[in-house]
Protein backbone atom coordinates (compact mmCIF):
# COMPACT_ATOMS: atom_id res chain seq x y z
CA UNK A 1 0.00 0.00 0.00
CA UNK A 2 1.24 3.65 -0.47
CA UNK A 3 1.77 5.04 2.82
CA UNK A 4 4.80 7.50 1.99
CA UNK A 5 3.06 9.76 4.94
CA UNK A 6 1.09 8.73 7.36
CA UNK A 7 -2.16 7.17 6.00
CA UNK A 8 -4.46 9.06 7.99
CA UNK A 9 -2.96 12.12 6.39
CA UNK A 10 -5.43 11.55 3.45
CA UNK A 11 -7.73 9.08 2.38
CA UNK A 12 -6.20 6.71 -0.12
CA UNK A 13 -8.21 4.87 -3.58
CA UNK A 14 -8.13 1.22 -3.22
CA UNK A 15 -9.21 -0.55 -6.54
CA UNK A 16 -10.84 -3.47 -6.63
CA UNK A 17 -11.59 -5.72 -9.79
CA UNK A 18 -15.05 -6.44 -11.55
CA UNK A 19 -15.47 -10.10 -10.29
CA UNK A 20 -15.78 -11.10 -14.00
CA UNK A 21 -13.20 -9.98 -16.63
CA UNK A 22 -11.82 -10.43 -20.07
CA UNK A 23 -7.67 -11.06 -19.54
CA UNK A 24 -7.93 -9.71 -23.73
CA UNK A 25 -10.08 -6.50 -22.97
CA UNK A 26 -9.78 -5.62 -19.39
CA UNK A 27 -6.21 -4.38 -19.11
CA UNK A 28 -6.63 -1.63 -21.09
CA UNK A 29 -10.21 -0.14 -19.50
CA UNK A 30 -7.65 -0.93 -16.14
CA UNK A 31 -4.78 1.19 -17.49
CA UNK A 32 -7.32 3.95 -18.62
CA UNK A 33 -8.33 3.90 -14.66
CA UNK A 34 -4.54 3.81 -13.33
CA UNK A 35 -3.20 6.76 -15.52
CA UNK A 36 -6.55 8.88 -14.14
CA UNK A 37 -5.75 9.06 -10.84
CA UNK A 38 -3.44 8.19 -8.12
CA UNK A 39 -4.57 4.41 -6.90
CA UNK A 40 -2.64 3.02 -3.61
CA UNK A 41 -3.26 -0.75 -4.21
CA UNK A 42 -5.27 -3.16 -6.71
CA UNK A 43 -6.85 -6.06 -5.53
CA UNK A 44 -7.99 -9.06 -7.97
CA UNK A 45 -11.46 -10.11 -7.26
CA UNK A 46 -12.95 -13.02 -9.44
CA UNK A 47 -16.05 -14.75 -8.49
CA UNK A 48 -14.30 -18.22 -10.40
CA UNK A 49 -11.92 -19.97 -7.68
CA UNK A 50 -10.56 -22.17 -10.21
CA UNK A 51 -6.88 -21.34 -9.98
CA UNK A 52 -5.91 -21.73 -13.14
CA UNK A 53 -8.57 -19.08 -14.17
CA UNK A 54 -7.12 -16.19 -11.70
CA UNK A 55 -3.89 -17.46 -12.60
CA UNK A 56 -4.36 -15.81 -16.01
CA UNK A 57 -6.23 -13.07 -15.12
CA UNK A 58 -3.39 -12.25 -12.41
CA UNK A 59 -0.66 -12.33 -15.04
CA UNK A 60 -2.89 -9.82 -17.83
CA UNK A 61 -3.61 -7.08 -14.85
CA UNK A 62 0.03 -7.46 -12.64
CA UNK A 63 1.53 -5.82 -15.40
CA UNK A 64 -0.81 -2.80 -16.13
CA UNK A 65 -0.31 -2.50 -12.08
CA UNK A 66 3.32 -2.80 -11.94
CA UNK A 67 4.12 -0.96 -15.03
CA UNK A 68 2.41 2.08 -12.92
CA UNK A 69 4.00 1.27 -9.49
CA UNK A 70 1.08 0.13 -8.22
CA UNK A 71 0.86 -2.53 -5.61
CA UNK A 72 -1.24 -5.81 -6.58
CA UNK A 73 -2.71 -8.10 -4.37
CA UNK A 74 -5.00 -11.56 -4.86
CA UNK A 75 -7.83 -12.21 -3.01
CA UNK A 76 -7.96 -15.36 -1.39
CA UNK A 77 -5.03 -17.35 -3.25
CA UNK A 78 -1.84 -17.48 -0.67
CA UNK A 79 -0.63 -19.66 -3.19
CA UNK A 80 -1.34 -17.66 -6.24
CA UNK A 81 0.23 -14.60 -4.55
CA UNK A 82 3.58 -16.71 -3.40
CA UNK A 83 3.97 -18.27 -6.90
CA UNK A 84 3.43 -15.36 -9.18
CA UNK A 85 5.47 -13.43 -7.45
CA UNK A 86 2.04 -10.18 -6.58
CA UNK A 87 2.70 -8.02 -4.01
CA UNK A 88 0.48 -9.51 -1.52
CA UNK A 89 -2.95 -11.23 -0.43
CA UNK A 90 -6.13 -10.29 0.92
CA UNK A 91 -8.14 -12.56 2.97
CA UNK A 92 -11.77 -12.85 4.26
CA UNK A 93 -11.22 -12.95 7.85
CA UNK A 94 -8.71 -13.83 10.45
CA UNK A 95 -7.75 -17.72 10.45
CA UNK A 96 -4.86 -17.67 7.55
CA UNK A 97 -3.81 -14.00 8.26
CA UNK A 98 -0.46 -15.29 10.47
CA UNK A 99 0.15 -18.46 7.76
CA UNK A 100 0.14 -15.23 4.97
CA UNK A 101 2.55 -13.28 6.57
CA UNK A 102 4.86 -16.18 7.33
CA UNK A 103 4.67 -17.37 4.14
CA UNK A 104 4.85 -14.20 2.24
CA UNK A 105 7.44 -12.53 4.59
CA UNK A 106 7.17 -8.74 6.49
CA UNK A 107 7.78 -7.25 3.02
CA UNK A 108 4.24 -8.48 1.66
CA UNK A 109 1.08 -6.45 1.89
CA UNK A 110 -1.47 -8.82 3.81
CA UNK A 111 -5.03 -8.03 4.16
CA UNK A 112 -8.38 -8.93 5.28
CA UNK A 113 -11.98 -8.45 5.46
CA UNK A 114 -13.69 -8.16 8.72
CA UNK A 115 -17.40 -7.47 7.63
CA UNK A 116 -18.33 -5.71 10.75
CA UNK A 117 -16.75 -7.39 13.63
CA UNK A 118 -14.17 -4.84 15.11
CA UNK A 119 -13.36 -8.14 16.87
CA UNK A 120 -11.99 -9.53 13.98
CA UNK A 121 -10.09 -6.66 12.82
CA UNK A 122 -7.67 -6.06 15.79
CA UNK A 123 -7.29 -10.09 15.73
CA UNK A 124 -6.44 -9.57 12.51
CA UNK A 125 -3.91 -6.59 13.43
CA UNK A 126 -2.47 -9.09 16.23
CA UNK A 127 -1.69 -11.39 13.92
CA UNK A 128 0.23 -9.64 11.56
CA UNK A 129 -2.42 -7.47 8.70
CA UNK A 130 -1.62 -4.34 7.27
CA UNK A 131 -4.80 -3.01 7.05
CA UNK A 132 -7.96 -4.84 7.37
CA UNK A 133 -11.43 -3.59 5.55
CA UNK A 134 -15.20 -3.44 6.81
CA UNK A 135 -18.29 -3.09 4.73
CA UNK A 136 -20.32 -2.95 2.78
CA UNK A 137 -21.50 0.35 4.41
CA UNK A 138 -24.91 0.57 2.33
CA UNK A 139 -27.43 -1.34 1.26
CA UNK A 140 -26.11 -3.98 -1.15
CA UNK A 141 -29.97 -5.82 -1.80
CA UNK A 142 -28.01 -8.64 -0.13
CA UNK A 143 -29.25 -8.79 3.33
CA UNK A 144 -25.85 -8.16 4.33
CA UNK A 145 -24.91 -6.51 7.98
CA UNK A 146 -24.27 -2.77 7.19
CA UNK A 147 -20.57 -1.38 8.47
CA UNK A 148 -22.40 2.04 9.79
CA UNK A 149 -20.06 4.86 10.00
CA UNK A 150 -19.86 4.67 13.66
CA UNK A 151 -17.96 1.43 13.28
CA UNK A 152 -15.18 3.29 11.03
CA UNK A 153 -15.21 6.35 13.59
CA UNK A 154 -14.52 4.79 16.57
CA UNK A 155 -11.79 2.44 14.91
CA UNK A 156 -10.11 5.57 13.57
CA UNK A 157 -10.27 6.96 16.80
CA UNK A 158 -8.78 4.11 18.29
CA UNK A 159 -6.77 1.94 16.31
CA UNK A 160 -3.50 2.81 14.33
CA UNK A 161 -3.91 0.13 12.15
CA UNK A 162 -5.08 1.17 8.66
CA UNK A 163 -9.26 0.86 7.22
CA UNK A 164 -10.73 -0.32 4.24
CA UNK A 165 -14.27 0.94 3.34
CA UNK A 166 -15.73 -1.31 0.93
CA UNK A 167 -18.44 -1.91 -0.53
CA UNK A 168 -21.78 -0.25 -2.22
CA UNK A 169 -19.60 2.89 -1.32
CA UNK A 170 -21.10 4.38 -4.83
CA UNK A 171 -25.06 4.92 -4.39
CA UNK A 172 -27.42 4.38 -7.29
CA UNK A 173 -29.03 7.64 -7.30
CA UNK A 174 -29.69 10.99 -5.75
CA UNK A 175 -26.56 11.91 -4.09
CA UNK A 176 -24.02 8.93 -5.58
CA UNK A 177 -20.79 10.23 -3.40
CA UNK A 178 -22.54 10.56 -0.50
CA UNK A 179 -20.85 7.70 1.13
CA UNK A 180 -17.86 8.63 0.13
CA UNK A 181 -17.91 12.25 1.64
CA UNK A 182 -19.07 10.83 5.10
CA UNK A 183 -16.60 7.98 5.12
CA UNK A 184 -13.58 9.77 3.33
CA UNK A 185 -12.68 11.50 6.80
CA UNK A 186 -12.49 8.69 8.98
CA UNK A 187 -10.62 5.70 6.78
CA UNK A 188 -7.22 5.52 5.37
CA UNK A 189 -8.83 3.83 2.22
CA UNK A 190 -11.58 3.51 0.17
CA UNK A 191 -12.41 0.36 -1.56
CA UNK A 192 -14.29 1.05 -5.12
CA UNK A 193 -15.01 -2.39 -6.94
CA UNK A 194 -18.39 -2.91 -8.58
CA UNK A 195 -20.11 0.16 -7.59
CA UNK A 196 -17.00 2.07 -9.36
CA UNK A 197 -16.77 -0.40 -12.69
CA UNK A 198 -21.21 -0.45 -13.13
CA UNK A 199 -20.78 3.15 -13.33
CA UNK A 200 -20.98 4.63 -16.95
CA UNK A 201 -17.53 6.75 -16.92
CA UNK A 202 -15.67 4.96 -14.14
CA UNK A 203 -12.82 7.40 -14.65
CA UNK A 204 -14.96 10.58 -14.28
CA UNK A 205 -16.25 9.40 -11.13
CA UNK A 206 -12.85 8.66 -9.85
CA UNK A 207 -11.86 12.03 -10.54
CA UNK A 208 -15.42 13.45 -8.88
CA UNK A 209 -14.30 11.13 -5.64
CA UNK A 210 -10.74 12.14 -5.78
CA UNK A 211 -11.60 16.01 -5.11
CA UNK A 212 -13.64 14.49 -1.51
CA UNK A 213 -10.40 13.32 -0.39
CA UNK A 214 -9.38 14.60 2.56
Given amino acids: MSDEADPKD ?3 LYLITPAGIDPDT ?19 RLGSQDADAVARAADAVRLVAHERDVPFVVEKHL ?3 ERLGLDGVHLEGTRNVRKARETLGEDAIVGTFC ?16 YVSFGPVADT ?5 IADTELFSWWSDM ?3 PVVAEGALIGRGGDKLAKVRELAPITDFLGLGDDLWAC ?10 EKLLV
Fill in 115 to 130: GTSRHDGMTAGEAGAD
Fill in 10 to 12: RTQ
Fill in 200 to 209: EDPVATLREI
Fill in 26 to 44: FPDRLAAVLDSVEIACLRL
Fill in 141 to 145: GLGEE
Fill in 159 to 161: IEL
Fill in 79 to 81: ALA
